[in-house]
């Protein structure tokens, strides 16, 4: 294999960054010989990596040159879904394209739609060129919410910004929260830290509905109900309060709201929220304790627990709590969910919404193509949608109520091209299949959301078979459609160099591979919140503003633990520990550790309906069923199912996914999924064991 212009036949290992949806963003040094990847290691000169992958990245060359992995480009020979296709040169596939979407661009732009999430995070092969290009289509907008809107809105209403503590400093916390994360499976290198302040002698304590790998390691676990920490959140700062275990001089010169959010949180006692949290007051009134008076305390909240109707009040609740305590003026005090709002990226140079002109296009939400691909053209709704466009994501798969999703999909009326590596779920319903070069065949520039670190990835190979870039493919067809500005010839290392602009020593990157953010320890010290106050806001104008309440209070869910006798199950949906969402479900080395689709039920759950470990179950609701194994165990409280994911359809069961009951409604704030807000009966199938 010859190397391709500007990848270095180097023998040194090329550097590189991790590009997946995970906190850890870590830096790769990939081993090649005769342009091959022969290794992929974690950089030990990388700070936050250390030297250390995760199993899925460690395998990385196992997916780069996997067998199934899709070398040209395909077109359709049967019907939608059959995954039945012929090969194309490149250039018919884009002259076709090209051709199609002009068509439908000359009756209505917005009836072409974008969809695209995190398959890489990179800025460059995510949004880069692909956004310029949307953008001076006039295409419909995506709201990219399916993972994180709610907390992201949560953070942005109460700190400001997507901001908090800096990631490295946990190891000097004396209490750590772990709130709705399974640390040891998808946020690694954070759990190497939470290990280093316990061995110095802190506290730590998992909040999570599921008894996870992360909560067997905590010194406590809290199991409450899905959809409930906000109303524990409210109990804490009853008892902060009650207790006194508060900061007044914080208080009064950093927050805002302060005597109404005492007043709802007054309205709170633990036995009040004990109740709806399905836990023990004792538990309660404990953390409350640890909470107010082990100093520095930190929390490390994560995105699962966002995932229910009230996540984004909920988020805001937790978010509020190192004000109470002042917990801000340390360094190894505060708070982190997402630290990508202390990038200085510069969004409007990458995606060039100018080029809308004076276009305003509707926003399509992601969380319900279900519904939409099915809606007729509507005054309200704009034009019916002819064209999807999908990279760096697996809607059929990921995106909730298959039932819907699968059959927008199957419209035979529907031109949809898909660019990817492998045939996914997703990748079936594809007029043209088009094959995505992997990280190790691009450049790339990538920020982190748990760390604050940037991190430029090079091409370590040539793009395998007749791969190309999602920028190369964007280009092309702005090419085809006689878009004739000077923006969609940028090559990738240009579009690297305009990510952030002069704001990151570029030249440091392409030494080194890494630069650390100039960011002081303890960003809140003395206040200076990236909000339009200045301050902590516990209550907030802009909320208020828009009609709803600027003080966050616990939302219960759409589907309250409960509240349905037909489905007494709650249940969530956390990723199996070795996929990463549906990436990875087909590397085989993975899968066969992770072997069938599992549910986790609990003893007594289990019991009341005949059901044992191995036993094929039917999980179900109103919106559909799907198979999986039942593995009957304590990860799973009483009344609270755990359906692990998210396995493609076609190699789960019966062709089947958790996303079968999940629910196109939406979160209180940013438009968000509720996939943990699900209510569903599991029964066994009549054929018994497998
Ligand atoms: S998935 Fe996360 S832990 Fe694994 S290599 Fe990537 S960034 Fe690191």
């Given at each position: 294999m010859t190397h391709a212009i500007g990848i270095s036949p180097l023998v040194e290992p090329v550097r590189g960054a991790c590009p997946h949806d995970c906190p850890d963003t870590c830096a790769l040094l990939t081993t090649v010989r005769d342009g091959r990847a022969v290794r992929v290691q974690g950089n030990p000169d990388h700070p936050p990596t250390d030297g250390v992958l995760c199993t899925k990245v460690s395998r990385y060359t196992e997916r780069t040159y996997h067998p199934e992995r899709i070398l040209q480009p395909l077109r359709r020979i049967g019907p939608k879904g059959s995954g039945r296709f012929e090969p194309v040169s490149w250039d018919d596939a884009l002259d076709d394209i090209a051709a199609r979407l002009a068509a439908i661009a000359a009756r209505d732009p917005e009836a072409i739609v974008p969809y695209s999430y995190a398959g890489t995070m990179g800025q460059v092969q995510g949004e880069g060129m692909a956004a310029r290009f949307f953008h001076r289509l006039g295409a419909s907008l995506l709201d990219r919410t399916i993972c994180a809107a709610a907390g992201s809105e949560a953070l942005v209403h109460t700190l400001g910004a997507k901001v908090g503590m800096k990631v490295e400093f946990f190891a000097e916390s004396a209490l750590i929260l772990i709130w709705g994360s399974n640390s040891i499976a998808s946020n690694l290198h954070f759990w190497r830290l939470v290990q280093e302040a316990k061995r110095a002698g802190a506290r730590v304590v998992c909040i999570d509905p599921r008894r996870t790998e992360t909560a067997d390691k905590c010194h406590e676990h809290i199991a409450l109900l899905p959809g409930t920490d906000g109303a524990l959140a409210l109990a804490l700062m009853h008892e902060l309060v009650r207790n006194d275990w508060l900061d007044h001089d914080y208080l009064a010169r950093h927050t805002l709201g302060w005597e109404a959010l005492r007043a709802r949180a007054l309205q709170w006692p633990p036995e009040r929220a004990a109740q709806v949290c399905g836990i023990a007051v004792q538990q309660?009134?404990?953390?409350?304790?640890?909470?107010?008076?082990?100093?520095?305390?930190?929390?490390?909240?994560?995105?699962?627990?966002?995932?229910?109707?009230?996540?984004?009040?909920?988020?805001?609740?937790?978010?509020?709590?190192?004000?109470?305590?002042?917990?801000?003026?340390?360094?190894?005090?505060g708070l982190l969910l997402s630290s990508s709002g202390h990038f200085p990226l510069d969004r409007a140079e990458l995606h060039r919404p100018d080029l809308l002109g004076t276009r305003r296009p509707r926003t399509i939400n992601m969380v319900t193509i279900g519904d939409d691909l099915l809606r007729e053209a509507s005054r309200e709704f704009g034009p019916k949608i002819e064209a999807l466009i999908v990279y760096n994501s697996n809607p059929v798969a990921v995106a909730p109520e298959s039932a819907k999703v699968v059959q927008g999909f199957a419209r035979e009326d529907l031109f949809t091209v898909v660019l990817e590596h492998f045939r996914t779920d997703t990748a079936d319903y594809a007029d043209y299949l088009l094959p995505a070069t992997t990280q190790l065949e691009h450049w790339d520039i990538h920020l982190a959301y748990g760390h604050t670190d940037v991190l430029l990835n090079r091409p370590a190979i040539a793009p395998v078979g007749q791969a190309r870039t999602n920028t190369d493919v964007f280009r092309a067809l702005a090419a085809r459609m006689g878009f004739a500005e000077t923006c969609f010839s940028d090559d990738d290392e240009t579009l690297c160099r305009a990510a952030f602009g002069f704001a990151v020593p570029f030249d440091e990157l392409l030494a080194k591979g890494f630069t650390t953010l100039a960011l002081p320890d303890a960003p809140f010290a003395n206040g200076g919140f990236p909000t339009p106050s200045g301050r902590c806001e516990f209550f907030s104008e802009r909320l208020a503003?828009?009609?709803?309440?600027?003080?966050?209070?616990?939302?219960?869910?759409?589907?309250?633990?409960?509240?349905?006798?037909?489905?007494?199950?709650?249940?969530?949906?956390?990723?199996?520990?070795?996929?990463?969402?549906?990436?990875?479900?087909?590397?085989?080395?993975?899968?066969?550790?992770?072997?069938?689709?599992?549910?986790?039920?609990?003893?007594?759950?289990?019991?009341?309906?005949?059901?044992?470990?191995?036993?094929?179950?039917?999980?179900?609701?109103?919106?559909?069923?799907?198979?999986?194994?039942?593995?009957?165990?304590?990860?799973?409280?009483?009344?609270?199912?755990?359906?692990?994911?998210?396995?493609?359809?076609?190699?789960?069961?019966?062709?089947?996914?958790?996303?079968?009951?999940?629910?196109?409604?939406?979160?209180?704030?940013?438009?968000?999924?509720v996939f943990y807000d699900c209510l569903v009966q599991v029964a066994p199938l009549a054929s018994g064991r497998t």
């Open positions: 309660i009134t404990d953390l409350a304790r640890d909470y107010g008076t082990r100093s520095p305390a930190a929390i490390r909240l994560n995105y699962g627990m966002q995932r229910v109707h009230g996540g984004g009040n909920a988020a805001r609740l937790v978010a509020c709590l190192p004000a109470l305590t002042g917990a801000w003026r340390h360094r190894a005090g503003a828009m009609g709803l309440d600027g003080l966050p209070d616990h939302v219960p869910n759409h589907e309250p633990a409960g509240s349905d006798a037909r489905y007494p199950l709650a249940m969530i949906s956390p990723p199996a520990r070795n996929f990463l969402n549906s990436t990875f479900v087909n590397v085989q080395s993975l899968r066969d550790i992770e072997g069938e689709p599992l549910l986790e039920i609990g003893e007594a759950d289990a019991l009341a309906r005949g059901i044992s470990s191995g036993d094929v179950v039917r999980v179900f609701n109103d919106r559909g069923s799907y198979l999986c194994k039942a593995a009957v165990s304590p990860r799973a409280r009483t009344g609270v199912v755990n359906g692990l994911g998210i396995w493609w359809r076609k190699l789960g069961l019966g062709g089947t996914n958790v996303n079968e009951v999940t629910s196109q409604r939406l979160t209180d704030l940013g438009r968000g999924p």
